[in-house]
């Protein structure tokens, strides 16, 4: 979607904690009318002084408003701060942290008290929203038309993508971001690791790592171009059974370094599983078939 002037139109806010209250000033900062409600009331005095309306109830800040923007702390709280509120005609969109079966179960339960659902997924931290460059986004699904109705004021604290009708697809794309983000985590602890008690400065280790790690993340282009595919060989420099003998190198250095290995040992342990399965020849994309088959979870 590519983001336009918003309108100057009145919205509802609820919820200001650090997220929220980043989201309240970015709306105010715009000229935008707001509605706040926080359950702890001297939250939302700073924001009385800027031009919002405060109110006391989250009943009657739903009351002010078409527009619905609720940040709370999880799904559960998020049911219990509507219990009760008429929702009839109101447009809800659900900045909380969650799942993606719980953005489908909020949707259904909203859709039900006669409101139209939109579900967010906020990537960014809250110094990050309402500055201008800052690369702040935000995923969201559910309802097409609430979200183009709304698409105006809900891009000025950041930018928008949208990504489907389905309410679950926000916090999916979110967390499929996140949790790459936080093995990426894990792979620099144990680079720090393996130089820590060398006379190695961690500064210049660092601007290497992100060079590096810039360098390699074409890497999820051919994992997906396979993935459509359905052929796990095509273009690939480095295959599996290179990448095993590799493996047993990076191991018996964090040996001789005393690090261990257990941030790493998962991933190679399936890399083994697929070169001992017979597809040595192929790239790491089969661990993606590897953790479907091995999950438990309910899925769809």
């Known amino acids: 979607m590519t983001d336009t002037p918003a309108p100057r139109t009145g919205s509802t806010l609820l919820g200001l904690g650090a997220m929220g209250t980043a989201l309240a000033s970015a709306w105010l900062t715009a000229g935008h009318d707001l509605t706040v409600w926080n359950r702890t009331a001297a939250r939302a005095r700073p924001f009385a002084e800027r031009g919002a309306t405060v109110a ?6 739903v009351a ?32 909380t942290t969650g799942t993606p079966g719980s953005g489908r179960a909020l949707a259904e339960w909203a859709t039900a008290r006669g409101a139209r659902f939109v579900d ?13 460059g800052s690369g702040a986004y935000v995923f969201y699904s559910g309802s097409a ?20 009708e389905d309410p679950g697809f926000a916090a999916l794309y979110d967390v499929a971001l996140l949790s790459a983000m936080t093995g990426m985590f894990a792979g620099v602890s144990h680079a720090f690791a ?48 290179m990448m095993a003998e590799g493996n047993a190198t990076m191991l ?44 438990t979870g309910p899925g769809r």
């Open 56 to 61: 006391a109830s989250a009943a009657e800040a």
């Open 120 to 132: 967010g997924g906020i990537m960014a931290v809250p110094p990050m929203i309402g500055v201008p």
């Open 194 to 241: 393996l130089v820590r008690k060398e006379n190695i400065d961690p500064r210049e280790l660092a601007g290497l790592l992100s060079g590096w790690l810039t360098a390699m993340s074409g890497y999820a282009n051919g994992i997906a171009g396979h993935l459509v595919t359905g052929d796990y060989t095509t273009g690939v420099t480095s295959n599996l059974a």
């Open 64 to 95: 002010a408003n078409d527009l619905v923007v609720v940040c709370l702390l999880d799904d559960a709280s998020v049911r219990a701060t509507l219990d009760g509120v008429d929702l009839t005609g109101k447009d809800l969109v659900n900045l």
């Open 145 to 164: 038309a609430a979200f183009e109705a709304h698409h105006g004021t809900l891009a000025v604290p950041a930018g928008t993508k949208y990504v489907g």
């Open 252 to 295: 018996r250095t964090a040996q001789e370094q005393g690090v261990s290995p257990e941030l790493l040992q998962p991933f190679m342990r399936l890399m083994q599983q697929l070169v001992d399965d017979g597809h040595g020849d192929e790239d790491t994309t089969g661990v993606v078939d590897l953790l479907l088959s091995h999950g």
